[in-house]
């Protein structure tokens, strides 16, 4: 089981970026998917959660600006980022409560990452 992120890169300040995230392998359920975020020298910081309903919740400081959506046919939860600003760089990371099989609780799993790097 594995969560394979995509989508960063090196973007002028204004622009947008599109993240995913997809998770792969033998899973009965997903649950809460999300974002963090962690920029050098700081702690991992929350930035958006959606529920299996697709109920979402989004940090005050992107709120406006970005979107998290999911695919539940694809396993795979989104991040649509707009007027980016130079403190949005960080490593993005993408986070999933699964539970692999009937037996099993749900468990958080991480992606392992995606530089989003917004110049000025």
């Known amino acids: 089981v594995q969560l394979q992120a995509s989508g960063g890169g090196l973007v002028q300040a204004g622009g947008s970026l599109r993240l995913s995230c997809a998770a792969s392998?033998?899973?009965?359920?997903?649950?809460?998917m999300g974002w963090y975020r962690q920029a050098p020298g700081t702690q991992r910081e929350f930035v958006a959660v959606?529920?299996?309903?697709?109920?979402?919740n989004h940090a005050d400081s992107v709120k406006g600006r970005f979107k998290i959506s999911r695919d539940s046919a694809k396993n795979t939860v989104y991040l649509q980022m707009n007027s980016l600003k130079p403190e949005d760089t960080a490593v993005y990371y993408c986070?999933?409560?699964?539970?692999?099989?009937?037996?099993?609780?749900?468990?958080?799993?991480w992606g392992q990452g995606t530089q989003v790097t917004v110049s000025s």
């Open positions: 986070n999933a409560n699964l539970k692999l099989n009937r037996q099993t609780a749900y468990v958080y799993y």
């Open positions: 392998g033998s899973i009965f359920s997903i649950g809460v």
């Open positions: 959606i529920g299996a309903s697709g109920s979402t």
